[in-house]
């Protein structure tokens, strides 16, 4: 599968969760209110985290050990799927103790924590099995999965809205069976037979190489999610409802770095001559600058539209809107610029740009929000999210020795490579 056709794929993927994701969010945002929004929102994040990183790197270092050691695939596989299991059940016992002692999550009753761990495990292998994907370039064969069980989950959405019976808990419980799917569709279709395997030596080299990257993957999570953490903790559950309409907006600026990601990635474990490995990063930076930059200057008028769609009750969410839009120019060009040093063995490049902006974000939150209340918040990320893109394009000159005119200066080759390339 050529590179373009990766990434056409993975546009027609996001543009479909985008229309069809806009009015289902539409819908759930009436039906639950800024409240029951801000409920389900929060508790979406927290399963999210658990799932994304609770295997603390082993998922990080799949394509790695998969496309760059002469390691057994089907050896890989069991391991890592084991451990996997393992962890999931650890976590999801941590959560329960934690629950049942009023220590975690006192507010939700068992039905979202049982419907939570369900998420861990189906998230943890997921991803799992989208690397192997992403590893052998198949990533059109992986969106037809992806979106299947996205149309699903949108499906019963809409049912539930019709009759009458969408609320915090069923809401929750459509992410959680489209996470379920995602990871039966992907599993079933690997190509693989699981039998359990434990491998020491082989966990070993995989954390050593995947736990740079799941530090740097924590940091990056936080940095895009702890604004709305402090805002929940600041300012209470309402203004977080408000606020993460303007996330989710802004979020959608991430529509084309999340449909060159996975397949950039791809390419560049499947490339071997130096020179064309350069030139397919450089010209995918600079697209994606002037695509993002394009994006955001359609966005920011548009978004005045949110009280229309969404009700008066959501129109503190325009300014942070606008602002966020601007900042995820920057933070688009960062989530593509990683890819790079994924494939050349340097996560911890990553590591310290992810770090050094999520304490940037974390300082001016506790500065900015009491003063100015999630506008406030909307700087803090803003702000950190223009050091995130510049902090890695001054990496990518100095460093990789990249001129400023292969990283920025758009020209007609540069869409032409785009187009005839495979």
């Known amino acids: 599968m050529g590179y373009r056709a990766n990434i056409t794929s993975n546009l027609v993927n996001q543009i479909l969760h985008l229309v069809i994701g806009a009015v289902t969010s539409i819908l759930a945002s009436r039906v639950l209110g800024p409240e029951g929004l801000g409920f389900v929102a929060y508790i979406i994040l927290i399963f999210t985290l658990l799932g994304d990183f609770g295997h603390f790197g082993l998922n990080n270092a799949v394509i790695f050990f998969k496309k760059r050691k002469e390691i057994n695939h089907s050896h890989l596989y069991n391991v890592n799927v084991t451990v996997l299991i393992i962890l999931a059940t650890a976590i999801s016992c941590i959560v329960l103790i934690l629950r049942s002692n009023s220590w975690f999550l006192s507010e939700y009753n068992y039905l979202f924590i049982l419907g939570g761990i369900i998420f861990i495990f189906s998230d943890l292998l997921f991803s799992h099995y989208y690397a192997w994907f992403v590893g052998d370039e198949l990533i059109r064969e992986s969106n037809r999965f992806i979106i299947t069980s996205f149309f699903i989950k949108s499906g019963i959405i809409i049912l539930l809205w019709l009759t009458r019976t969408l609320n915090p808990l069923t809401y929750f419980y459509t ?14 279709h690997t190509g693989e037979r699981f039998r359990p395997k434990i491998d020491l030596s082989l966990l070993k080299a995989e954390y050593s190489y995947g ?33 993460s309409i303007a996330v989710t907006l802004a979020g959608l600026m991430f529509l084309l770095p999340s449909s060159i990601n996975s397949a ?7 490339t071997n001559d130096k020179q064309q490995f350069r030139q397919v990063m450089s010209q995918t930076y600079k697209l994606t600058f002037w695509f993002c930059l394009i994006l955001s200057i359609i966005g920011i008028p548009l978004s005045l539209l949110i009280p229309l769609f969404y009700g008066k009750a959501f129109a503190g969410a325009i300014v942070s809107t606008q602002i966020l839009l601007v900042g995820t120019i920057f933070a688009s060009c960062a989530q593509v610029s990683m890819q790079y040093f994924f494939s050349t063995g340097q996560p911890h490049i990553h590591l310290i740009a992810t770090f050094s902006t999520l304490m940037v974000n974390i300082g001016l939150n506790l500065w900015l929000i009491p003063l100015k209340g999630i506008t406030g918040a909307a700087i803090a990320s803003c702000i950190s999210y223009f050091i995130y893109g510049v902090l890695y394009l001054i990496i990518f000159l100095v460093k990789e020795k990249f001129s400023i005119n292969e990283m920025l200066a758009l020209s007609l080759s540069d869409l032409k490579n785009l187009k005839d390339r495979r």
């Open 264 to 270: 950039l990635l791809g390419k560049l474990y499947n």
């Open 211 to 243: 736990g740079i990257i799941f530090l740097a993957s924590c940091c990056d999570f936080l940095h895009y999610r702890v604004d709305q953490l402090m805002i929940k903790q600041m300012l209470g559950i309402s203004y977080l409802g408000i606020y």
């Open 175 to 188: 992410s959680v069976l489209g996470m379920m799917l995602n990871a039966i569709f992907l599993g079933t």
